[in-house]
């Protein structure tokens, strides 16, 4: 090929390493989310958690252990929202077009994996070359994200100012309840200025341009 986009910077380390020349690689930095009908009215809660996505068990064993601290929205198909702890609220499933229009709390959880404590096995692994979709659904929906330590996307949440990072979900609450309300407000700034670009489409022209003078 004469030109390939990687996700990110880690996942373009990888490529090199097979064998590719860097010099035909980019780096996306992240994925651009359209949004149909936007609305940019949300209703912030900096102390419940945002998790969307397919919970089959096989992917996300993780949501079946969350910490009792704090509160948790959970968005998506596969879930099982019978007999749920009291800070775990389970709201449906919606179309991609759809589900940011419903999107109401603090920040936007991006975890894979078997365990709450850090991002394991298979899924978790990759978490370290990838840029999950979510992450981009919660930021063009206008939310700070919380991503893993090693994850490739904890490089994007530091340069960007737009989220926090962790190793456990049981760090949370405790983040949350020293973080005061100037601190918040700054990311939600951060992250709303990256969620214009998201929706626009930035990300991918500008790797396309990039791409082109390569050539």
Not at 14 to 32: A, P, Q, R, Y
Not at 105 to 111: A, E, M, N, P
Request: aromatic share 10%; proline share 4%; glycine share 8%.
């Amino acid at each position: 090929v004469d030109g390939i986009i990687a996700h990110n910077d880690k996942m373009k380390s990888e490529l090199v390493k097979m064998g590719i020349n860097k010099e035909k690689i980019v780096s996306l930095e992240i994925f651009d989310y359209l949004i149909p009908n936007f609305n940019e009215d949300k209703n912030y809660d900096k102390d419940k958690i945002l998790l969307a996505g397919n919970f089959d068990i096989r992917k996300t064993k993780y949501a079946r252990n969350l910490p009792e601290k704090p509160e948790y929205e959970i968005y998506g198909i596969n879930f099982e929202s019978e007999n749920l702890p009291n800070n775990i609220h389970y709201k449906g499933a919606f179309t991609p077009d759809e589900l940011p229009n419903h999107l109401q709390g603090g920040f936007g959880l991006v975890w894979d994996g078997d365990s709450a404590h850090t991002c394991s096995g298979m899924y978790g692994e990759y978490l370290k070359i990838n840029n999950p979709h979510k992450a981009s659904l919660y930021l063009a929906s206008g939310f700070p994200i919380i991503v893993w330590k090693q994850s490739a996307l904890a490089d994007f949440v530091i340069r960007n100012n737009c989220g926090i990072i962790i190793d456990s979900l049981y760090e949370i609450a405790g983040i949350l309840e020293s973080m005061n309300e100037e601190k918040y407000q700054q990311l939600i700034d951060n992250c709303k200025k990256i969620g214009e670009k998201i929706r626009q489409g930035n990300y991918l022209k500008k790797a396309l341009e990039e791409c082109e003078r390569k050539l």
